[in-house]
């Protein structure tokens, strides 16, 4: 199978069931948005982990395709893919792991900047871009009805993105930058 098609070469794309949109079609900034999220995950994956955070990780991209794949796909699609959204375990799970790290992280009293070294960084990078796709679903979803407990999943998974980066940064016995207004 060849990966161009040239279908899309007209300024429209496939959606999963057959009907075709814009490129520029708000459902696709949307799902374009997780899928640009699932590759910064799949770089902080790529680091150094213990087995219980790649897990978690490797969770997080199979739900963040998920949801993509649900917005992806037309009425003709939902009927192939069904409701294949996250699971109230999964956002659990997310929640766990943030009170885990950060019971062991040092109280956060003031803002802290990006930064702390590569890994932290890529942490803090895709805790934007999660905050970016979360707008971008919000955007479309009075027009699509969104996979089941999607937007909770993704809220929390920026929390989970910031206190990862706060625990790299910490592990690494490197310092938090504050950020102060002078």
């Known amino acids: 199978m060849k990966i161009y098609t040239k279908t899309g070469d007209d300024g429209t794309t ?8 814009k490129k520029n079609d708000n459902r696709l900034e949307a799902y374009g948005t997780l899928d640009e999220l ?3 995950i799949g770089l902080i994956r790529s680091s150094k982990w213990d087995n219980e955070i790649l897990l978690l990780l490797l969770m997080i991209q199979k739900n963040l395709f998920n949801i993509g794949a649900v917005l992806a796909s037309d009425e003709n699609g939902k ?3 069904g409701d294949i959204g996250c699971s109230e375990e999964d956002i659990i799970k997310l929640e766990e792991a943030i009170d885990l790290y950060e019971q ?3 109280e956060l009293k003031k803002f802290i900047l990006p930064g702390g070294n590569q890994l932290a960084s ?3 990078v895709a805790r934007t871009v999660c905050r970016r796709a979360e707008r971008r679903v919000i955007e479309i979803s009075s027009d699509i009805e969104l996979p089941i407990n999607s937007l909770e999943f993704i809220n929390r998974l920026s929390d989970f993105l910031f206190v990862l980066s706060r625990k790299v940064t910490n592990d690494n016995n490197l ?5 102060i207004s002078k």
Do not use: D, M, Q, Y
């Open 14 to 21: 496939g959606l999963f069931g057959g009907s075709r949109v």
């Open 38 to 40: 699932n590759a910064h």
């Open 79 to 81: 009927k192939i893919t």
């Open 104 to 106: 062991k992280l040092p």
């Open 122 to 124: 890529h942490c803090h």
């Open 175 to 179: 310092e938090e930058t504050f950020w």
